[in-house]
């Protein structure tokens, strides 16, 4: 039964991302250089992951605890389109734009991990 419920909530994770990404790149005339939907879909997946694991793991079942964590973050966030985007980055030569996407990818998903998380002391 855990199979089904990790399926479902990589299937819904997956629409969500991709829902994401049309509705970013709704907003941009041109194709944009900053890959602002994958950031986005990045941390808010760290921070489903963060509470799902952190503040609410005791009024979960085992079911949604999966369905959550490795189910929908899993196909919500995408480390292979971020490993892409930034390959891409570095064959334009955008050295400033992949470097704020890298820290900012990584340094907002550990501050929100970090938020989320009952044993952080500030």
Known sequence: MTWLWVFLGGGL???????????????????????????????LATAILAIVLFQVPDRLSDHQRYFWSVGFCGGFSTFSTFSLENWLLIDQKAWLVLALNLILSLGLGLLVMALFSKNFSG
């Open 13 to 43: 994770g997956s629409v969500a991302r991709f829902g994401l990404s049309k509705l970013v790149l709704s907003f941009y005339k041109e194709s944009p250089m900053f890959p602002l939907s994958t950031l986005i879909s990045n941390v």
